[in-house]
């Protein structure tokens, strides 16, 4: 019984934890710099600059913030109920539903009482430089997307395996 609640309550902390340190850096960002100042971090390779986003990606659909909390409050209550149901049975799953949750949360919060996502973290290497600006929430969303994949790819190619050896 023990177990149960644990696997339930464990990626949930996770999860309010990561959220925490993203509101934590954006207010951080808000308080201590101008909208559009920037300010190297490491020199040639990251620095922090604020923005205000209002739309996805690089500002894709601009000012559709209600797509954006309807797609990310159905990604976020699907990834709650799976992690609270407790059957996520593969720890790389239940990784990629902690991360994309912590990240739907921490970019929601935003969108509800700002109006916009604040963005600041701005890779400086090569092509990269003011390529994209993102945050925390940003960080945890793709890097639970690739682990999602991962677990599909990892899937996949077992039952591949599994079917061989039958035939």
Not at 24 to 32: D, E, Q, S
Not at 121 to 133: E, H, P, S, Y
Request: proline share 1%.
């Amino acid at each position: 019984m023990r177990e149960k609640v644990t696997v339930r309550l464990v990626p949930l902390a996770v999860a309010a934890f990561f959220v925490l340190l993203d509101q934590l850096t954006k207010f951080y960002i808000i308080a201590n710099f101008h909208l559009h100042e920037s300010q190297t971090v490491i020199d040639g390779f990251l620095d922090f600059t604020y923005v205000q986003n209002t739309g996805a990606v690089g500002g894709i659909l601009s000012n559709h913030r209600w797509i954006f909390m309807t797609v990310t409050a159905i990604v976020v209550l699907a990834c709650f109920f799976i992690i609270l149901s407790g059957k996520m049975k593969s720890k790389l799953m239940l990784c990629a539903l902690t991360l994309v949750l912590a990240g739907g949360v921490g970019n929601m919060l935003d969108r509800i009482f700002r109006g916009y996502v604040v963005d600041f973290i701005d890779l400086t290497i090569g092509f990269l430089d003011n390529f994209f600006i993102f945050n925390i929430a940003d960080c945890l969303v793709v890097i639970g997307v690739i682990c999602a994949m991962l677990y599909f790819i990892v899937d996949i190619s077992e039952s591949s395996v599994k079917k061989n050896k039958v035939s």
